[in-house]
C-alpha cells in the first residue's frame, strides 16, 4: 500500500489516525476532547512544517470528534469532512452538554480536571451523502453511509489501495479475534451496513480504537463481522428470555466481551452504558 498510516492517538481509548500520501494528509477521527492538543502534536511529529489537509470524522461521539476543535486551533487550514447527519448534531446544545459531560468525567478519570471545553467550535466543511466522491488531493474516497452504531455514522472506501476506514457499526476489533460492533440505534441498520461492506474489494480496514489491520486480520474481520453482530444479538436476546436483569445482562456481556483491545478502548462507563442501550433497542426491536 502507497498510503503511510500512523497511530496518533494519545491514550488508547482514542480514536486518532493519521493517513499521509507523502503529498496528503488525512487524519481519521480526532478522539477525546481533553487529548486534542497532544493529538495535535503528535500530527505534529509526522507532518514537522507540513500542514494537515483534510480531518475525516466517521461520527459525532465525543471520543471520536470532539478533537477536531483543538486540532483546527493548531491546523485551521484543515478541511472537516463529515455525514451531513453529524454537522447538524453538533450545532445541537443538548449534543455539546453531553460531550462536555462524558468527556470531562473520562478526563477526571485519567487525572485532568482543568481543560477548556472547545465544543462550541465544532464545525464540518464538507459534508457528505453516501456515494458522494472526495477527492483528497492524490487520493480519491467514496462515502459509504453506514448507519447502525449511530444514524451519522460513514466509512471512507479507497477503491484504488483496497482501503476502507472503518466505524463502529462493523465493530471494534481486539486482535485475541473478537469484533464487537455497538449497535446502539437500529440492529437491522447494523447488518445492512455489514452487508454494503461485504460487497467491496477490501485489502485493509483501519479500524476505529486499532489500528492498521494487516491482510489475514481484515479476511477475519471481513469473514466475521456479520456473525459477531448476530452472536452478540443472540447472547443478549438469551439473557432477556431467560429473565435476566439488565444489570446481570450487561455483567455477563462484559464477562464475556470486555477484554483486550476492548477494554482499552471502551472505559467501564462506556461500556456499562452502550451495553445497556443494546439491551433496550434488541428487547425493543426483535422480541
Known amino acids: 500500500m502507497d498510503i503511510k498510516i500512523t497511530d496518533v492517538r494519545q491514550i488508547k481509548g482514542d480514536a486518532a489516525f493519521l493517513i499521509d500520501s507523502g503529498a496528503t494528509s488525512i487524519l481519521y477521527d480526532t478522539g477525546f476532547g481533553f487529548t486534542g492538543y497532544a493529538v495535535a502534536d503528535n500530527v505534529k511529529a509526522c507532518l514537522g512544517d507540513r500542514r494537515l489537509d483534510y480531518i475525516f470524522l466517521t461520527h459525532s461521539h465525543y471520543d471520536h470528534a470532539l478533537g477536531s476543535a483543538y486540532i483546527l486551533r493548531r491546523y485551521p487550514d484543515a478541511k472537516v469532512v463529515a455525514g451531513r447527519y453529524a454537522a447538524d448534531i453538533f450545532k445541537r446544545d443538548g449534543a455539546k452538554r453531553t460531550m462536555k459531560e462524558l468527556d470531562s468525567k473520562f478526563a477526571e478519570k485519567c487525572g485532568i480536571t482543568d481543560y477548556e471545553f472547545l465544543g462550541d467550535e465544532l464545525k464540518v466543511d464538507i459534508t457528505v451523502d453516501d456515494g458522494d466522491i472526495i477527492h483528497a488531493g492524490d487520493m480519491e474516497f467514496r462515502v459509504i453511509s453506514l448507519p447502525g452504531h449511530t444514524r451519522c455514522c460513514v466509512g471512507f472506501y479507497c477503491e484504488k489501495e483496497g482501503l476502507l476506514l472503518s466505524n463502529e457499526t462493523?465493530?471494534?476489533?481486539?486482535?485475541?479475534?473478537?469484533?464487537?460492533?455497538?449497535?446502539?440505534?437500529?440492529?437491522?441498520?447494523?447488518?445492512?451496513?455489514?452487508?454494503?461492506?461485504?460487497?467491496?474489494d477490501i485489502k485493509y480496514i483501519l479500524a476505529p480504537h486499532f489500528g492498521l489491520l494487516d491482510k489475514t486480520q481484515t479476511e477475519y474481520f471481513l469473514k466475521n463481522m456479520k456473525s459477531s453482530a448476530q452472536n452478540i444479538a443472540d447472547d443478549i436476546l438469551g439473557n432477556i428470555r431467560a429473565a435476566c436483569s439488565d444489570e446481570e445482562t450487561v455483567a455477563r456481556f462484559k464477562n464475556k466481551y470486555w477484554h483486550g483491545n476492548i477494554k482499552e478502548a471502551y472505559p467501564e462507563d462506556a461500556i456499562n452504558l452502550n451495553t445497556s442501550i443494546m439491551v433496550r433497542l434488541l428487547r425493543s426491536e426483535l422480541l
Open 170 to 200: 462493523l465493530g471494534v476489533y481486539d486482535s485475541d479475534k473478537t469484533i464487537l460492533p455497538a449497535f446502539l440505534v437500529s440492529f437491522a441498520d447494523t447488518i445492512s451496513s455489514i452487508e454494503k461492506i461485504e460487497k467491496l
